[in-house]
């Protein structure tokens, strides 16, 4: 058996945070939603009560992904299992890549299907 480790080829893509946010406006008794990676606070005068009302803010944050290489590099795996009665299989994974565990009897078939579709790999 080898290990071949194929590297994620695109540049990490900025992916943004999305997350289903909920707050209490206890002032105007209304239940407030947003969409968005996080809340904050920020704390202003009302000037009619002369007291301080928290004012929510929704922050935009983004995360670094490989998901588009990691979907076509998988594609290309369930594809060779379905062409060929094979024994490969995946043995770890990591934001750099993905190591395969190969047979030796299929490594060379495995090597240039890589090489043919521009994956960039290494044999462990």
């Given at each position: 058996?080898?290990?071949?480790?194929?590297?994620?080829?695109?540049?990490?893509?900025?992916?943004?945070?999305?997350?289903?946010?909920?707050?209490?406006?206890?002032?105007?008794?209304?239940?407030?939603?947003?969409?968005?990676?996080?809340?904050?606070?920020?704390?202003?005068?009302?000037?009619?009560?002369?007291?301080?009302?928290?004012?929510?803010?929704?922050?935009?944050?983004?995360?670094?992904?490989?998901?588009?290489?990691?979907?076509s590099l998988n594609n290309w795996y369930n594809n060779y299992l379905n062409y060929h009665n094979s024994g490969i299989s995946i043995s770890g994974q990591d934001d750099n890549g993905i190591v395969f565990e190969v047979p030796d009897e299929e490594l060379d078939n495995v090597l240039y299907d890589l090489d043919r579709i521009s994956f960039r790999f290494s044999v462990i």
């Amino acid at each position: 058996m080898a290990d071949v480790f194929v590297r994620f080829k695109n540049p990490q893509v900025q992916k943004p945070i999305e997350n289903a946010l909920c707050w209490y406006d206890h002032i105007n008794h209304k239940m407030l939603n947003f969409v968005g990676s996080r809340l904050v606070f920020s704390y202003k005068l009302d000037k009619k009560t002369n007291k301080y009302q928290m004012i929510p803010e929704v922050l935009h944050e983004t995360r670094p992904s490989n998901q588009v290489e990691q979907k076509s590099l998988n594609n290309w795996y369930n594809n060779y299992l379905n062409y060929h009665n094979s024994g490969i299989s995946i043995s770890g994974q990591d934001d750099n890549g993905i190591v395969f565990e190969v047979p030796d009897e299929e490594l060379d078939n495995v090597l240039y299907d890589l090489d043919r579709i521009s994956f960039r790999f290494s044999v462990i």
